[in-house]
């Protein structure tokens, strides 16, 4: 049997054969977000995966500050910070195995990171360097997209083309909550449920998209439902409950991975900051709701846990926020040093070959940059610098 | 009325007036698209509309550039004028079937019967240090639409006076505002602006004798920049200013042209497969005899528009465009 | 209150405070197709309307057979039939009214005539001549459209501006199984539902979109599942039950008018004629499955129920044969004078003021034609005449 | 293996071929599109593919062209050759963005290490009495899109040769085939398919000194008929068909130009904004003082495709060809 003829088959039949169709029952969400955290299976939750998750979340609020710092210095032209995010950035991003792939939204480099890119190279797109920055082959990690939910049937095709290579790859596809109601996002939910790829959709319900908030984004009873509409299996989750996410994930990319196709999860969280540092959050919402939701912090939420359990000191924390200063910093440092571009590598990769064409325009911005090397006695080309 | 002197207004205060006074003037004028409402759209270009005519006149809509353009098309049929706003020029890609199938084609196919007075403004162009799909110059692709019309301020007071004439327009536009120029300043008077020339003419910006430089929109102020700096070269350069792609200025542009005997068509889009080919050929078909050298394009390279940091290499600047104009023969003249 | 403050509101709010969502239980379509037809509830369906209904079905299913024949002629260029369909197609545009519009997909004549389009006019697109043919206004009816999925947008969009403008008016949208795959199917449905729009979508599933049966264009439980995912009702009716189709149809149509928004129908029914003339169904699909569905007819449902009734004698069924072939003969013998064509309307009607570029363009094809008919002694372009 | 002699073929038998043989070549070809497998197309281009390789390998995908290329992309990213069919030339539009945002740009994007071997083909042009959207001239999007590859056929030799090459490419490829050539017939060995130039290259397929036809795709037919029919008013025309409008061979188009020093160039594509304006002005560019008379285009109108019941009025047939080369400014020279 071939990968595709196991696709499920709704196939109507004329009365009196009615074909049954499956349930949908079981594809539904729950009517609460799945949560762990505060529950009683909290203290079921494996000591060691708790505190990983917790100097990582530490980590993470500490880069998205630091990344905002940096754009207040002109070292970053731009930052969407997930502050507030972060259990779902990360949580989910350790749900993967190394040799599955990662498709982050622009907001995701949280979650880039966590696959193990570079946290500088992480930023290379938002600093004014060349787009992607980072080799996707290295950690497995799509280039992080701008276009909204356009990197949704990228994970669906090359979960797929691993399936049909015989290879147990998972795809994890992130998206948010604006970017469901694009196109793109349906067609990616309809091709992974036809195909049954090994993917899974992670949609961060923080809210807003930009200025929008959610109710002016859907009708639905939640994202989680449109699950149903494609034939798979919808969650909600607690997005600020990091083991939850933690959990949730994992067990979608084991279905997944066995074979039992995609599933769309939603994680209910919330934007802290402005949509990017350019953005005024004032002009389209209140400081109550902020506030409502800086007391359900993903990191309290675990600190509370671990604490409770006693499987958290004075010292741990300590160590947890030293690493992360430890980060900060380097990453304060390495972003002050200005990247190294070529202008020539604008024509290089265009295509594999270059063109005629282009061999001629190279020549002439090569020309311009020897004339200007001459006039100021630079070096032509070999370095440019500074974000706007 | 407070009277308001005329004063310097930026492009974007001018767009948003435009808009202002069209809904003022025409309740069927409805402003749609993505944080236009409440936040006022991300350059804050329809900043107050929502809170001046209400969330049913100026709308936030779903995140989803084809539903925000096919809804238009429905409204549109149904007597209203609607104004949609791309977020940015790369985010207006997933509306093209809508606009390519329906919104320039439907007058046609309905022989007149179902026009769609739909006005798609979109920000575009780079030289604001925009990440990727944030800058680029999207034109070739309208152009290229039979059916739209497609229009480009350059000037602060054509921002509002094209934009004004587009809403009216009973013809889909495609209103290509560039971004780098939304915070220009002119002076100019919001409560009697004055009128424009109308869409569908070019506009001579700065006369001159040895040689015209055909551009619009963005590279509008580095062809005057140019013009200027040619003066210290003994070049007097004309600088028109197109305004409209389409309907495109046959006659005004053949008569600098035909003035001036040589031409460089300026613009920040790709070369090749961009506005300065039909451009360059079309003066060159209209005009051959009176060219002293062939028309010649300073463009973008034809590359995918460039990482921030090396986005000043890619884009057209004084020294190319005058390297492009001494290549124009000098000495063949005589 | 504007008319879009009235927007559902899901918008989750940090624990304990979870707002409670919309159940989505009353949004589920029912486990089977609605039918009457050859129910207990048929008893209960008005005569007129059985009586109408039947009347006009044989006339659609005359329509369609003298389409196909018309193509074998070379009178039409192409024709995709809706046989086997004819009671989606006329009970679907029977449940509106005058002032409301039908957005038909390019298979749905039978709807557009059953609004009041002439026939021909109706086939204007399809056998050569002019694109749209009739005029949108008169019968409120938009172009047929041929890009798939494409019209849903739109009937939202006409919805919504009734909506706003204060007319009762509804849209009915039209689109195949195969077109609820687009993103703009999905888009048009999302902006519906967040907009509360006085928009009913039909779904006619007929199991194919050209060759590519159901399975592999969905994994849902139904189509009509979909709906939840927008937070509108979804209902499943037996497409071939007339009776049915028009019940649930006029409910919905109440319900948008009434301000309760949109609602997503799935009709299941069959295309029991190949895709169009060109189509050779043989390629994909076996005759038993015709077969069966043909042994439910949308015609014999409503004479098995007339007939039971005793609503139906033979001088009835004659007088609705015969009405059928006086429409099957005007539609043979109009279709069989060739339309007048006026190659300068090429340029007339592209922009509401022709430019000066296609003014030149038409004093050229103005001057090639008179210098043809100089040649040949003929009129310069007054007629064109003959599909290919 | 049975022998098969030289014998006619059509180009879609041609291009089927060249499909069937590169998935045999090569595991990692994939054919993907909307009734590509069980049915073999609309134009049954795919034929047998999906029995002889099986579902997997050419697949019937859902009904959404976005889906379509955005899921190829990914399938690329993990090492396949994916080869797309859009089913008409209209029906591409819903995945532009994919395509300019993602296709065009991935390999620049990650500095040449993601590279997308996708081949997109587009069935293309009028002439078939098509209903709406069913004869689209899309070229000028594709050529306007820096990092595609734009190629159409003109012959059954190279419909087999330039999409073996295409699915080879490292590149993506738009590949454009003329619809109305489908059944164009050609002798031509499928069991030894003779190698054709690069893409890149354009060909002279008919040599001539008064003037030079520059053409491709659909219009080369035409074009030949129309150098036929110049033979009677003394005119001996050159035939050049491009064969890839991207990468774009200026040095056979301006050694052909540079030798006879008049040219027309000929498509079906709207005149305004499309492919003919480039070729022009780049012609006119490097070979000003070769030119007796300005370069002239024949091209479709500019107006949405018309029905089929006035088509031939819009296509550019030997007349309007020779018309134009009558006005290539003969008393001129001599
Ligand atoms: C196709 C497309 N349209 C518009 C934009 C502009 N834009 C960038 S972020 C954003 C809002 C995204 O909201 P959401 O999907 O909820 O993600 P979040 O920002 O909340 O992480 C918009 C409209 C874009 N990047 N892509
Ligand atoms: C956007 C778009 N893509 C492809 C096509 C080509 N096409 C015409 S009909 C058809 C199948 C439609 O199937 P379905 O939606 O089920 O409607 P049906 O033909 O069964 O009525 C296809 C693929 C099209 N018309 N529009
Ligand atoms: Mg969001
Ligand atoms: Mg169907």
Redesign the interface.
Known sequence: M????Q?????????P??QP????AP??PD???Y?VL?TESAGKADPGLLRRLYAELVRGRRYNVQATALTKQGRL??YPSSTGQEACEIAAALALEERDWLFPSYRDTLAVVARGVDPVEALT????????GY???THRV??LS???A?Q???????????R??GDDVV?LAMVGD??T????????M??A??W?APVVFLVQ?N?F??????????????LA????????PGRLV?G?DAVAVHEVLSEAVRHARAGG?PTLIEA?T?RIDAHTNADDAT??RGDAEVA??R??DPIELLERELTARGLLDEAAVDAARQDAETMAASLRERMNRD?E?N?M????????ET????RE?RAL?RA??EAEQEQHGEEP?AR????? | MTTVAVKPATMAQALTRAMRDAMAADPTVHVMGEDVGTLGGVFRVTDGLAKEFGEDRCTDTPLAEAGILGTAVGMAMYGLRPVVEMQFDAFAYPAFEQLISHVSRMRNRTRGRMPLPITVRVPYGGGIGGVEHHSDSSEAYYMATPGLHVVTPATVADAYGLLRQAIASDDPVVFLEPKRLYWSKDTWNAEQPTDVEPIGRAVVRRPGSSATLITYGPSLPVCLEAAEAARAEGWDLEVLDLRSLVPFDDETVCAAVRRTGRAVVVHESTGFGGPGGEIAARITERCFHHLEAPVLRVAGFDIPYPPPMLERHHLPGVDRILDAVARLQWEAEG
């Open positions: 071939t990968v595709l003829e696709r499920g088959a709704y196939r109507p039949s004329p009365p054969a009615w169709r499956m349930d949908p594809l539904l009517a609460e977000p949560r505060g032209a731009v797109l938002l600093r004014g360097d060349w787009h992607s080799d996707p082959y799509a280039p701008t276009p909204l356009t949704l049937p990228h994970a669906v095709g090359l979960a797929h083309a691993a049909l290579k795809a604006g970017g109601s694009e196109g793109d996002f349906h067609e990616a309809n091709f449920a036809v049954q319900n809210g998209a930009i200025s929008v908030p959610l109710a002016k984004q859907t009708a639905a009873p939640s439902h449109k699950a149903v509409g494609y034939g798979m607690d600020n196709g209910v919330y002009r389209y409502a939701w007391a359900h990247p571009l202008p590598d604008l024509f290089d990769h265009v295509y594999a063109t005629a064409q282009l325009q911005l311009e940059l080309g440019e610098g500074g974000a706007r």
